[in-house]
């Protein structure tokens, strides 16, 4: 079945760093690719999106493209705030009628100043 | 005013136990889901309902059975709980069932079962 996988955390960074989050994913289909943010205490959050190969999904600073030929939907900023720090999760819409996404593990990023 | 809330936000009990978890969203969706976080991070979803309607109900024990009273609530209830129910239960809600659409979560119900 489809899946996402992204990379381990923790990931620590110093402020003023640059962010990479790796996400790969698996579908027979065309899915829609997302990121969603938890910070501390909170509910997750969509932070962008991209629904078609070669889209790119940014919002707050953070980028992600949609590479079809590399499967992968990087998550990037140039960069990190303290205030980044959060848990990410890329996720995939499998492409149904019922708006079901399909979820990585989370990467928490720890940013210190 | 917290768009999509879950009440309680931790909870502790024994194997054996029945227990509910309540979710209301104050944000006019027609839509509400129930994910479940394991212990290795995975978030699955389990239930989604449409105006009342279920509509998607991935392989979960029939010992989980959601009951939405009206479209604005999603109550997630679990009988006879075992060890391996404990995970942190998100609720989320969105416009509609279409594919692309935006999903806004509660904060999370960690359940622990000793």
């Known amino acids: 079945g489809d899946s996402v996988t992204q990379m381990e955390g923790p990931v620590t960074l110093s402020e003023e760093a640059f962010l990479t989050i790796n996400c790969t994913y698996t579908?027979?289909?065309?899915?829609?690719l997302f990121w969603y943010v938890q910070y501390p205490g909170e509910g997750l959050q969509l932070l962008l999106k991209?629904?078609?190969?070669?889209d790119k999904g940014s919002n707050k600073g953070f980028e992600a493209t949609y590479r079809k030929e590399t499967t992968s939907f990087h998550l990037e900023k140039g960069s990190v705030q303290v205030s980044d720090s959060a848990v990410y999760f890329c996720?995939?819409?499998?492409?149904?009628?019922?708006?079901?996404?399909?979820f990585g593990t989370g990467t928490l990023l720890a940013v210190q100043p | 005013d917290t768009a999509v809330s879950q009440t309680p936000k931790y909870l502790v009990t024994q194997m054996g136990n029945d227990k509910s978890i309540k979710c209301e969203q104050n944000?006019?969706?027609?839509?509400m889901y129930w994910y479940k976080q394991d212990s290795k991070k995975f978030l699955k979803i389990m239930f989604s309902?449409?105006?009342?309607?279920?509509?998607i109900n991935e392989t979960v024990p029939n010992r989980f059975s959601p009951k939405s009273p009206d479209k604005a609530h999603l109550n997630l209830h679990i009988n006879s709980l075992e060890l391996g129910d404990s995970a942190v239960y998100f609720c989320?809600?969105?416009?509609?069932?279409?594919?692309?659409?935006?999903?806004?979560f509660g904060s999370g119900t960690q359940l622990s079962v000793l």
């Open positions: 989320a809600s969105s416009q509609e069932t279409v594919r692309n659409e935006k999903l806004f």
């Open positions: 579908a027979t289909g065309y899915p829609s």
């Open positions: 991209a629904t078609k190969a070669d």
């Open positions: 996720a995939l819409s499998d492409g149904g009628a019922t708006n079901k996404l399909i």
């Open positions: 944000l006019g969706h027609d839509t």
């Open positions: 309902y449409n105006n009342k309607e279920l509509i």
